[in-house]
T-cell receptor, first 116, second 112 residues
Framework: GQQLNQSPQSMFIQEGEDVSMNCTSS?????WLWYKQEPGEGPVLLIA?????ELTSNGRLTAQFGITRKDSFLNISASIPSDVGIYFC????????????????FGKGTHLIIQP | DTAVSQTPKYLVTQMGNDKSIKCEQN?????MYWYKQDSKKFLKIMFS???????INETVPNRFSPKSPDKAHLNLHINSLELGDSAVYFC???????????FGPGTRLTVL
């Protein structure tokens, strides 16, 4: 089956630093999504990307859909304590205009830990 | 109001028992999903379902079965529970075609 390689696995950063993480795949995805999960909660959708090359921001978060359709990046600027959590990339290979009801393929997550 | 809700939040049971987890969404979505998150936090699709088709991940044992009484609900039934079924199970929903899936808070299942 399809697999997503997400890196880094964990990040220990200082408050105020910028954060970058990425996902790569051996196969093409037509939709990339980024989620954040906090302890005891479900994943929360941060950003959805639908077109190769698309760059989308959500506050201090910026994500890009790679031109090859095989990768995506998430950047967080000026990190704050509430950014702590696990960030997941997820891909879907169906076409935006339709396709089946199949689910997302998730990366293994990036654990973000912020040191005061 | 909660968009995607699941009950129970925690479920502790003995091996061999049969149990169900309920999921409801009030987003008006037409597609619902079940995911399993293991102890290493890896999320894997188990089922996706809309009123036209059920798509099953081939790795899911047939002891697991989704049942949808209506468009807003997708319950997960598990027969003959095994130790390896211990995990967090998440329900999600989306509008077919958007791929933006919204997740419930999860049900932590512990099989003793």
């Amino acid at each position: 089956g399809q697999q997503l390689n997400q890196s880094p696995q964990s990040m220990f950063i200082q408050e105020g630093e910028d954060v970058s993480m990425n996902c790569t795949s051996s196969s093409i995805f037509n939709t990339w999504l980024w989620y954040k999960q906090e302890p005891g909660e479900g994943p929360v959708l941060l950003i959805a990307l639908y077109k190769a090359g698309e760059l989308t921001s959500n506050g201090r978060l910026t994500a890009q859909f790679g031109i090859t359709r095989k990768d995506s990046f998430l950047n967080i600027s000026a990190s704050i304590p509430s950014d702590v959590g696990i960030y997941f990339c997820a891909g879907h290979s169906g076409w935006y205009s339709g396709g089946g009801a199949d689910g997302l393929t998730f990366g293994k997550g990036t654990h973000l830990i912020i040191q005061p | 109001d909660t968009a995607v809700s699941q009950t129970p939040k925690y479920l502790v049971t003995q091996m061999g028992n049969d149990k169900s987890i309920k999921c409801e969404q009030n987003l008006g979505h037409d597609t619902m999903y079940w995911y399993k998150q293991d102890s290493k936090k890896f999320l894997k699709i188990m089922f996706s379902y809309n009123n036209k088709e059920l798509i099953i991940n081939e790795t899911v044992p047939n002891r697991f079965s989704p049942k949808s009484p209506d468009k807003a609900h997708l319950n997960l039934h598990i027969n003959s529970l095994e130790l390896g079924d211990s995990a967090v199970y998440f329900c999600a929903s989306s509008q077919l075609g958007t791929k933006r899936q919204f997740f419930g808070p999860g049900t932590r299942l512990t099989v003793l």
